[in-house]
T-cell receptor
Framework: AQTVTQSQPEMSVQEAETVTLSCTYD???????LFWYKQPPSRQMILVIR??????QNATENRFSVNFQKAAKSFSLKISDSQLGDAAMYFC???????????FGSGTQLTVLP | EPEVTQTPSHQVTQMGQEVILRCVPI?????FYWYRQILGQKVEFLVS????????KSEIFDDQFSVERPDGSNFTLKIRSTKLEDSAMYFC???????????FGPGTRLTVL
């Protein structure tokens, strides 16, 4: 069974600084997708970024980028120029066509300090 | 931009009562999901639905739970006899065929007293 591990329950960053959130996963599949979702205090789940396992190039979306290390099964999220609105719980998630459902990590609570 | 909607935003019920949580997925999406999140815990998969039938369900999704797509737009989750431990945030999600991204609704907070 696939598992997703986020080892940092809480992180904090100064406004305008850069922070990296860690995620590791375990799978025997070769074709899969990885996601980062953001959950602000409203508890809405918002898709931040996705990475296809077959792509070597790391995904980027504006201030958000990932460091995908397939051999190490690592998928970290880098937030550059952190803003107060980035404060949220961040979940790493894994998806494969054979399982179909998303498997989530336990989340990292990010605090942005003014 | 199209989005998944859910009603109600908050539901309070007595233990043993039936509840129906409603979702309207994005209109051209074909795959539908329910997840739940107990306060302070991770998001857990409940059930997936495609072509008017359940395609997968988790151990959590026991006989107390059922899903239905009663018409072309709504997707519902019914809990027949609620328990205290059913108190959680319930999220509906949907996705396009051939695309892995799931788009989530704002959730329904269910409180069982």
């Amino acid at each position: 069974a696939q598992t997703v591990t986020q080892s940092q329950p809480e992180m904090s960053v100064q406004e305008a600084e850069t922070v990296t959130l860690s995620c590791t996963y375990d799978t025997s599949e070769s074709d899969y997708y990885l996601f980062w979702y953001k959950q602000p205090p409203s508890r809405q789940m918002i898709l931040v970024i996705r990475q296809e396992a077959y792509k070597q190039q790391n995904a980027t979306e504006n201030r958000f980028s990932v460091n995908f290390q397939k051999a190490a099964k690592s998928f970290s999220l880098k937030i550059s120029d952190s803003q107060l609105g980035d404060a949220a719980m961040y979940f790493c998630a894994y998806w494969t066509g054979s399982a179909r459902q998303l498997t989530f990590g336990s989340g990292t609570q990010l605090t942005v300090l003014p | 931009e199209p989005e998944v909607t859910q009603t109600p935003s908050h539901q309070v019920t007595q233990m043993g009562q039936e509840v129906i949580l409603r979702c309207v997925p994005i209109s051209n999406h074909l795959y539908f999901y329910w997840y739940r999140q107990i306060l302070g815990q991770k998001v857990e998969f409940l059930v997936s639905f495609y072509n008017n039938e359940i395609s997968e369900k988790s151990e959590i999704f026991d006989d107390q739970f059922s899903v239905e797509r009663p018409d072309g737009s709504n997707f519902t989750l019914k809990i027949r006899s609620t328990k205290l431990e059913d108190s959680a945030m319930y999220f509906c999600a949907s996705r396009l065929a051939g695309a892995p991204e799931q788009f989530f609704g704002p959730g329904t907070r269910l409180t069982v007293l």
